[in-house]
């Protein structure tokens, strides 16, 4: 049995870069413009708006391996 076809975000980004390299070449006539840009734009939002989230250090909770340096004293110097 063949395998599924499969797309994913990265896809749309480069079909959007294939769009722009395109459009800068002069491959699409005057009257054709609206009509690709208004394409372009869908697929590039809709990559956008469902590329995979970066987690950062800062989202992955409490680190703490023990070693840090804390501070007990509460006299009033």
Request: proline residues 2%.
């Given at each position: 049995?063949?395998?599924a076809p499969?797309l ?5 980004f ?7 390299a ?6 699409f006539?005057?009257n054709?413009?609206?009509s690709?840009?208004?394409?372009r734009?869908?697929?590039a939002?809709f990559a956008?708006a ?8 800062e989202d992955?909770?409490?680190?703490d391996d ?10 009033d110097d």
């Open positions: 049995m063949a395998e499969q994913n975000v990265n896809d749309l480069s079909v959007v870069k294939i769009i722009d395109c459009s800068e070449r002069g491959a006539k005057g054709e413009l609206a690709v840009g208004a394409v734009e869908r697929i939002a956008e469902n590329k995979p989230v970066e987690e950062s250090n992955l909770g409490d680190t023990g070693d840090a340096f804390v501070d007990t004293d509460i006299s």
